[in-house]
């Protein structure tokens, strides 16, 4: 594999700060929202006083997308993605209607989603050309247009959303729209003014309240106690090998350690509370990673159990194979107790 160069951070969350750690990584450049970029989008700027540049979700294009109330996903032709038979587990209809109940949504016609989707790719393009002339023409020079989107909508909440996608990418080249990377816009000098850039998210209020508001402070302590727990763990464990001498050898007890805790920290758990939507499931899903991690460090001196159990929690829960803890930075400590 390679290691990548730019960063979309869990939410687009931002802090101050945190450019340099991205400097340190080797990430150059990364992607927060729109507003977080006080609403020019038009160039990817420096943050602070780094090299680090930031580019900012373009919310009018975006949003033809990837909005609860106006997207593409919510046309009537589309395939309706809470309906479907479960006997067999076939989703039949359309969605028909915003406002329509699933009991009286028409049937699914693919002729019809085609349509819509070959509508919707020439909206896009002719969206995408007036931004890109607009922005253009307000600062003076070549402007870019950055649409992101998760990966998830395209096909699982959109089951249309691949085809849209391919014939997009096929229709901005032909309409003149050069189509590129973040990366390829920093080093095309797609780069204006730094910007003094302060705490943001895409979440409500764009800033951090879904996930640091009072109705998560639980969640915010217990994210803090499971990170401490973790590093200090994995950095005992690795000054004990160190000292031991010769290679840093894999660690399948400390990945497991930092895998439990990125599961622990998941923003999800935080926005599903904040959103009072399966809050219950949230924190209980935190609490669970937050004990594995907590039992496999406490286990570390015995060897053999630790190992065990970091077996058995990874058989639970094994996602990131690729995770290896001989990549986390050693402990650089601010002061007594500090952390990073």
């Not at 900012?56 to 479907?84: I, M, N, Q």
């Not at 989107?149 to 229709?171: I, S, V």
């Not at 599961?263 to 499931?281: I, N, R, T």
Request: glycine share 10%; net charge negative.
């Amino acid at each position: 594999g390679t290691t990548p160069r730019g960063i979309w951070a869990p939410e687009c969350g931002f802090t101050p700060g945190m450019e340099t750690e991205y400097a340190a990584a080797g990430v150059s450049h990364f992607m927060v929202d729109g507003p977080a970029m006080r609403g020019d989008t038009s160039l990817g700027r420096p943050v602070w006083d780094s090299d680090v540049v930031a580019f900012g979700r373009d919310l009018p294009v975006s949003y033809r997308v990837w909005s609860p109330k106006s997207g593409y996903p919510g046309h009537g032709a589309y395939r309706d993605f809470h309906t479907y038979d479960h006997a067999t587990g076939l989703k039949p209809a359309r969605v028909t209607g915003r406002t329509v109940d699933s009991n009286d949504k028409a049937p699914y016609e693919p002729e019809r989603a085609a349509a819509a989707v070959d509508r919707h790719v020439a909206d896009f393009v002719d969206v995408v050309r007036r931004r890109l002339i607009s922005e253009s023409e307000r600062i003076g020079r070549d402007a870019v247009v950055v649409a992101a989107f998760d990966t998830e909508l395209f096909g699982h909440w959109w089951h249309e959303g691949p085809q849209w996608l391919e014939k997009l990418m096929r229709a901005l080249p032909a309409a003149g729209v050069t189509v590129g990377t973040l990366n390829d816009a920093r080093e095309r000098g797609y780069v204006g003014a730094p910007l003094e850039l302060q705490d943001s998210s895409w979440g409500s209020g764009k800033d951090w309240r879904v996930w640091a508001g009072d109705d998560v402070a639980d969640l915010v302590k217990l994210n803090a106690e499971v990170s401490r727990t973790a590093l200090d763990a994995v950095d005992a464990s690795r000054a004990v090998r160190s000292r031991a001498g010769g290679p840093e050898l894999r660690n399948r007890v400390d990945d497991q350690i930092l895998r439990e805790t990125l599961m622990a920290v998941a923003s999800d758990w935080a926005f599903m509370v904040s959103k009072d939507s399966a809050a219950g499931y949230a924190r209980e899903r935190a609490h669970v990673h937050a004990h594995a991690l907590r039992e496999i460090a406490a286990a570390q001196q015995h060897p053999a159990r630790a190992e065990e159990l970091a077996r058995q929690w990874n058989h639970a829960d094994g996602l990131f194979a690729a995770l290896d803890a001989r990549r986390l930075p050693g402990a650089r400590r601010e002061g007594p107790g500090g952390r990073r």
